[in-house]
């Protein structure tokens, strides 16, 4: 039923550009691959759950390798390897343990704010140990390779955008229903049966939760994409646990410099740990980065980070967003935040595209 949603969710697979930089994900849609997190659970961890935090990591290291050559075999048509699951240690199990290790002192995002989550201190994000959603629905206003998407909105944020538009949920830790691991399951697997190309985990955003989601994965049965949809500050331990078991990745990049961000998301050292987490994931799937431009933002933001884009992630694609309006914390002190409490005009928006084209980044069929 996903076809009659929007039309250009099935023209845009006419495009060849879209159908080289999603191949897989295509793969996907299509049964002709499978999605990650299931690969992750035929290997075979060799080492001890209860083994110390850097035998763990050891182990992963190994099996991330070899989950790299195992995809690769199994996207040439190699048949998947036989593994009891009941019975032995998976590579996702591996991942699950060093997750739930990194809540009890938590550093899911670079704000490493060192929490004991499993015993319910309250780091940045003002979450314990349990994870709520907001909200999980069909998407129909994604990217159109995406429609639609089975979305599930997590409650809280690891940033302060004073901009927000979704502030009812991103600073609210309490707004939305607990889910624990299998309750995720459940609701993902209903929106994959609902008609959902992929399961796009959002908030707020995803990287406090983690561990929720890594653990669903264990009770997941269907062969559908995974969709990390996020600002991206997360630590690099996240991402080695999320690269293994994310096929697409749906990123924002806000910034193209470390004090737009602190001024207006109170993170510090936003390019260099944004950009870094961006070419990891990269590296390890296809991706379609998010930019919104701001009014008064092109100079600072917008040039830069496309600029980035373009050097170091010529294959990925862009969506340059005109959806900006002044929202939140902008609205009532607008005085503080005289630069952006207007829309972004269209001669703005028209500099982005032009940059985008001159850059030669593939823009047009996300937007």
Known sequence: MWKFFRPDSLRVWNDPETIRRLRRYRGII??????????????????????????????????????????????????RVSFDEANAISFLDLKIELANRILSECHFCERKCGADRTRDEKGWCKLGS?????????????????????????????FGCVFCQNNDISTNPNSGHVVDVK????VAESLYRDGALNINYV???????????IGSMKYLASNVTQLWNSNLYCSEDTMRLLVDVFDVWLPDFKYGNAECAERLSGVKDYFNIVSRNHLTAYNH????????VMPSHLECCTIPVLEWIAKNMPDCMVNIMGQYRPEHKVLWDKD?????ARGVSR?????????????GICWKPVS
């Open 30 to 79: 299509d049964q002709e691959r499978v999605a990650k997190y299931l690969l992750s659970r035929d290997l075979e961890c060799n080492t001890a759950l209860d083994d110390t935090t850097e035998k763990l990591w050891a182990e992963h290291s190994r099996l991330s390798e070899r989950h790299g050559k195992y995809m690769e075999k199994v996207d040439s048509g190699d048949s």
């Open 130 to 158: 349990e994870s709520r959603v907001s909200s999980a629905f069909l998407h129909t206003g994604e990217e159109a390779p995406l429609v639609p998407s089975g979305t599930i909105f997590f409650s809280s944020c690891c």
């Open 183 to 186: 309750k995720l399951a459940a």
């Open 203 to 213: 908030g707020g955003d995803p990287i406090p939760n983690t561990h929720t989601i």
């Open 285 to 292: 799937g296809e991706v379609i980065v998010r930019h919104l």
């Open 336 to 340: 503080r935040y005289r630069d952006i």
């Open 347 to 359: 001669e703005e928006m028209q500099l982005a595209y032009e940059t985008a084209d001159e850059l």
